[in-house]
């Protein structure tokens, strides 16, 4: 029987104007943006937490302190990818990711290939390994009242 962890993440970013929206490394045409010391990726965000959860490393706020100017305007993608770096040396691999981004606007559906793909080419993992769903909060709370979005996002590991 394979080894196996289990690890969830979490993260929500407040939209401001004149900033970039970016989710899942993909740059999205909105009048809004993501406001965060980072590139405020939340998708990504809560992927980085899951891997690490599920190893019990902490989150990406240890790894990645929005108090460091190192990470200032950084790219997620490139967090991701050192992330997926410490996964694999404490001897693990994704077996698989589940995904929801929650935004009343824009509109997600046409994206979520592009996502996937650029998620899997860092992870180095097969697209078909990341689930990512769209949804919106009835415009309830903060993000339904389009003051930000969030994602909620589940990895499962399994030791090489």
């Not at 993440?9 to 939209?15: A, E, F, R, V």
């Not at 981004?101 to 996937?116: F, Y």
């Not at 909060?137 to 930000?148: D, S, Y």
């Given at each position: 029987?394979?080894?196996?962890?289990?690890?969830?993440?979490?993260?929500?970013?407040?939209?401001?104007?004149?900033?970039?929206?970016?989710?899942?490394?993909?740059?999205?045409?909105?009048?809004?943006?993501?406001?965060?010391?980072?590139?405020?990726?939340?998708?990504?965000?809560?992927?980085?937490?899951?891997?690490?959860?599920?190893l019990s490393l902490?989150?990406?706020?240890?790894?990645?302190?929005?108090?460091?100017?190192?990470?200032?305007?950084?790219?997620?993608?490139?967090?991701?990818?050192?992330?997926?770096?410490?996964?694999?040396?404490?001897?693990?691999?994704?077996?698989?990711?589940?995904?929801?981004?929650?935004?009343?606007?824009?509109?997600?559906?046409?994206?979520?290939?592009?996502?996937?793909?650029?998620?899997?080419?860092?992870?180095?993992?097969?697209?078909?390994?990341?689930?990512?769903?769209?949804?919106?909060?009835?415009?309830?709370?903060?993000?339904?009242?389009?003051?930000?979005?969030?994602?909620?996002?589940?990895?499962?590991?399994?030791?090489?």
């Amino acid at each position: 029987m394979a080894q196996v962890r289990i690890g969830n993440g979490y993260d929500i970013h407040q939209l401001v104007a004149g900033r970039s929206l970016i989710l899942g490394g993909v740059k999205i045409e909105h009048e809004l943006g993501l406001l965060g010391h980072s590139d405020a990726d939340v998708l990504t965000h809560a992927i980085m937490d899951a891997l690490l959860g599920a190893l019990s490393l902490g989150d990406i706020g240890h790894y990645f302190p929005p108090t460091d100017p190192q990470w200032a305007g950084a790219d997620s993608l490139q967090l991701l990818a050192q992330v997926a770096e410490l996964i694999q040396a404490q001897g693990w691999q994704v077996g698989n990711i589940d995904s929801v981004v929650v935004a009343e606007r824009p509109k997600l559906k046409g994206h979520i290939a592009a996502m996937r793909d650029r998620l899997a080419t860092v992870l180095q993992i097969q697209p078909e390994q990341i689930g990512i769903k769209a949804t919106t909060n009835e415009k309830l709370g903060p993000v339904g009242r389009e003051e930000g979005i969030a994602a909620y996002a589940v990895a499962l590991l399994e030791a090489i």
